[in-house]
């Protein structure tokens, strides 16, 4: 009896621990996200101090979701329009990022490419995990199409973009526009897309796993919390639709993309993968890798000489594409 009660005993104290042991890991989890948030605003307000062009427009509108609501940031160009409109998807990871830590970034796109842009705060993980980000994102690109004129947006030249985890949601909402708003998209511009789980391990996570802005450990820690599980994921469970558009048996049809990565980012090879997937199903791709520079380079740290010239790439592509557009007698 005393051995049964020593027994017990033991296995209740050793779960008390497990589970004091978990509340501790929560309690630390949570207070890194709160820093991590707090600092991608932070460093985006000190690179770029009194940098950020002011000759926009400027309005933010909630869009209702399902759940809930979210809220986008209007950047209009100064003129009557109507313009393009590109709406775009903040970085971070799936777990931090913001408006304002993107905002200098889509101020400057607004004013070089002379297009408004829909900044979309779509709901974070791990408070929100997958697949509320893809669903608020699909949901933000249909209530911009419904508002594009009170936007001064231009119907027939809508595109998405976003950067990181930005681009990974960029590239599933194009695929569910695909099937859901066929042509209604005119563009897709990626910017060193997440596109695969980390169990998809490439060359590039292990040449560029530490040292980088963004790490190998960094990477998988923001997909644990964006497609959490308590034991490993395997293949069918990792590989969704609409977190993995590199996995997405069927690109075809999407719009013309625009796909940036660079040399020293974990993220590389899975980006230069999707490009080449999408070439292969006929879908019209411009590559770019940079050499030499890490994940980020684009708005992170200010306007540089690095962003300035992937944002000249940004806006030299859509004017491309929009003389080819006007060639064919259709609208910018």
Partial sequence: MALRSASYNARLGCRKFIER???????????????????????????????????????????PVSGGEIRARIYTPLGYGPFPVIVYYHGGGFVIGDLDSHDPLCR?????????????EYRLAPENPFPCAPNDCIAALEWVTTHIENLKGNRDAIFVAGDSAGGNLAAVTAIQARD?????????????????????????????????????????????QYLPADALLNMAESHQALATPLAVANLTNLPPTLLITAEKDPLRDEGVDFAHRLSEQGVKVQHTQYKGLQHGFIGTLGPNESHNQGIAEIVAWLEKLSHIKTEHGSAQ
């Fill in 108 to 120: 400057d796109l607004c004013v070089k490419a002379d297009r408004i842009i829909v900044s979309i």
């Fill in 180 to 224: 859901r708003f066929p042509g209604l998209l005119k563009g897709q511009i990626l910017l060193y897309p997440v596109t695969h789980h980390y169990q998809n391990v490439t060359a590039s996570y292990i040449e560029n796993a530490k040292g980088q802005g963004l790490t190998r450990n960094l990477m998988i820690w923001f997909w644990d």
């Fill in 21 to 63: 042991s978990k509340s501790e890991v929560n309690v630390i989890n949570k207070l890194k996200i709160i820093v991590m948030r707090f600092g991608v605003r932070l460093i985006a307000g000190i690179c770029w101090w009194k940098k950020s062009p002011q000759n926009v427009t400027i309005e933010t509108k909630c869009i």
